[in-house]
């Protein structure tokens, strides 16, 4: 029982310093938030995705490399990004 606690402590702790909520893709837990934002590796530009873009199924959101998931198109602009030429 003791052993079982200390991990549940642990994997809880790892959890928030990975940055809780944040750690887990915003589409697992809010299907509404379905945008991709990604980051060109070339220039560093901030791109978002929409379902219906070219490219969508293959763009992949990176965390580590400062990429995130957006609910709106209002929401990704104002973070500064900028739609995916389609």
Known sequence: MFAISIFAVVAIGLYLAAGGWEAVPRHLYDPACN???NIAVEDREKI???PMDDY???AF???LNGEQWFCSEEEAQAAGWRRARI
Request: no cysteine; charged share 25%.
């Open 35 to 37: 945008i991709k934002g």
């Open 56 to 58: 969508y199924d293959e």
């Open 48 to 50: 978002y995705h929409l």
């Open 61 to 63: 959101v990176s965390y």
